[in-house]
């Protein structure tokens, strides 16, 4: 498998070989779903919490007799029917939602998704990025560039979620230039994961060949 690499004005500066195992794999929706699904719930920040019967204050008493009120018999004002009682079923904060992701699952679930976007013409190699005033208006000229190569028109017309660049390293005035472009995220290359790629149309790979290297490692 060969895929052509372009430079940041749109032209063809050469070709790189892309390995079967990473870019070939078979479509694993159920992988995927479960990566996903996990590494959100990883990342969940717990905060909401509500108070059981035992951490609402007062209700110690009993608020009345057992029989003879002709009322409805209460044993404590910390009931759930009660205002200012407890709260049935609420959010936990020492609730863990933490699940288990294998080494093996994540890096297979991710080969999944970039054979995908492979497959279905949604990514870009391009050779290194270069912002030397890191304005906007250069960003929106590359963007302009790219969207030429190969009829990839969206990266400048879809107004959301248009495409994801990955990095080969950290770049602040790559990141700078793009920064007030909505349409488009920047990021490392080492920090992609499935629903990260997923959520973007298009998937644009910066110095390929440091990038094909690292994503292979994630198979040791």
Known sequence: ?????????????????????????RWNADLVHQVIVSEAANARTLVAHVKG???VRGGGKKP?????????????SR?????????????NSEKIYARKINKKMKA???????SQKWKDGEMIFVD????????????????????????????????K??????????????????????????GELRNITPATVLKYKYLVISRPAEAIAFISSKMK
């Open 108 to 114: 297979q679930a991710l080969f999944a998704v970039l």
């Open 64 to 76: 009345w007799k057992q029989k003879g009120t002709g009322r409805a018999r209460h044993g404590s």
């Open 1 to 25: 498998m060969e895929a052509k690499i372009y430079n940041q004005i749109g032209k063809s500066v050469g070709t790189i070989s892309l390995p079967e195992e990473i870019f070939g794999a």
């Open 53 to 55: 019967r035992g951490e």
């Open 79 to 91: 009931s759930p029917i009660w205002i200012g009682g407890e709260i049935t079923h609420g959010p």
């Open 128 to 159: 290194d990025f270069t912002m030397k005033d890191a304005k906007t208006k250069e960003a929106k000229e590359v963007l302009k560039s790219l969207s030429g190569v190969e009829s990839r028109e969206g990266i400048v017309t879809k107004r």
């Open 161 to 186: 979620n248009a495409a994801l660049f990955a990095l080969g390293k950290k770049d602040k005035a790559v990141e700078r230039s793009f920064a007030n472009i909505k349409s488009i995220e920047t």
